[in-house]
């Protein structure tokens, strides 16, 4: 025991250890992103927007297409330094968002309008990004203002899982933080017209605009929600990781055996040694 | 000397012979690994990752195929290493460029030449 902690094996002591930690940490990395759970289960069919979506990190991917309903008020213009426009216009888009990720050529047998895209600040303080509606004159729509209860489906950053869209300006979670004042939610909320004999907890509707403007309710380009089976590439890396861990381990185990092996035939050596033969011999020839 | 002393030679040679063909069925695995592992890689590199990027097709179920194939490879690649390179007694150093000669594109071709090298001059 106090030669395996001997000052010489500690470092490789620690360089095995550390490799092997690290290993099974991508190894259980690899496994999360091999495995995706089904949609988060929704009570009375609306999830809690907390539940959903998580600040500081990805959307996940058992968010998309679940119902929800978040509440705050949007946000003013002019609050911020670095924002020009508190919304982003999204043109040369059909209403029904599935007919983007069908067809990649940008062409489609629908009229072309813009989508609106306000913030709203959440009652905790974050911000997300809402699609309000649809137009073909977004200048005519107002700037939302004031407190309002939201209902709609989450959809991710379209950087991300829509890689087959056509070329046309993205809503992405990078470009909704430059118009944000408070941390971003990853991804955005599809307003949506609530269901017919829905309560939404007391909260008043005000100015969701689908009911009461121009805007026409946009269908959400990932329509339903994301059944995700076992993806075998990151199955096989998750077995990858494990087995360059057990190599790190084979190997810790291979060079402490052999130091040990040639400390001990050293000190055998040593001790077959003769007191008096340890001395050199002289050469007597000249 | 006396002649028990001296080991028996029919047993050496038995022995050595036994070693011979280990070493030899440890070399074949580990040049059919090398030549998968160069393969699949150079596959990898020069086709599948400029098709999936610069040409803008994302992943595809042949390239995510591919890559997985690779993954199940690699690590047979590795343990064949560590396999032969018990067998040849190579100092730690050699058996982790070995290793990781697997993970540069078209290196463990030149690896496996190198190897072919040694133990044929041997």
Known sequence: MKRLLAPRLLSTHALAISGIVLCLFLSSWQWSRAHVAAPIAAANGIARFDDLSPLRTYLPVASIGVRTQVSGHWQQPGAGKLSKSNRIILPNRPADGTLLAAAESGVYDAPLGSWIVDLLVLDDGSTLAVVRGWTMHPEAVPVAAGKVAVFGVMQPSEDSGMSKLPAIDLLTTSGITQHAHSAVHDGYLVARLPPHGQSLGGAAIVGTSIANSALVEVSPIIKGTVHQSLHWRNVVYTANWIVFALIVLYMWIRIVRDELASENSVEQELDSVPLHDAEPEESTTD | ?122
């Open chain 2, 1 to 122: 000397m006396s002649h028990f002393m001296m080991p028996n030679p029919k047993k050496v040679r038995q022995t050595r012979r036994m070693e011979n063909s280990q070493l030899q069925r440890a070399w074949i695995i580990y040049r059919n690994l090398a030549l998968l592992v160069g393969v699949a890689l150079a596959i990898l590199t020069f086709i599948a990752l400029p098709y999936e990027y610069p040409l803008g097709h994302g992943k595809t179920a042949l390239t995510t195929a591919a890559w997985t194939a690779h993954g199940w490879i690699f690590p047979l690649y590795l343990l064949a290493t560590l396999n032969l390179s018990g067998k040849l007694k190579w100092p730690l150093r050699k058996t982790l460029l070995v290793m990781i000669a697997g993970t540069v594109p078209l290196m463990s071709f030149v690896a496996e030449r190198r190897i072919a090298k040694e133990i044929t001059s041997n």
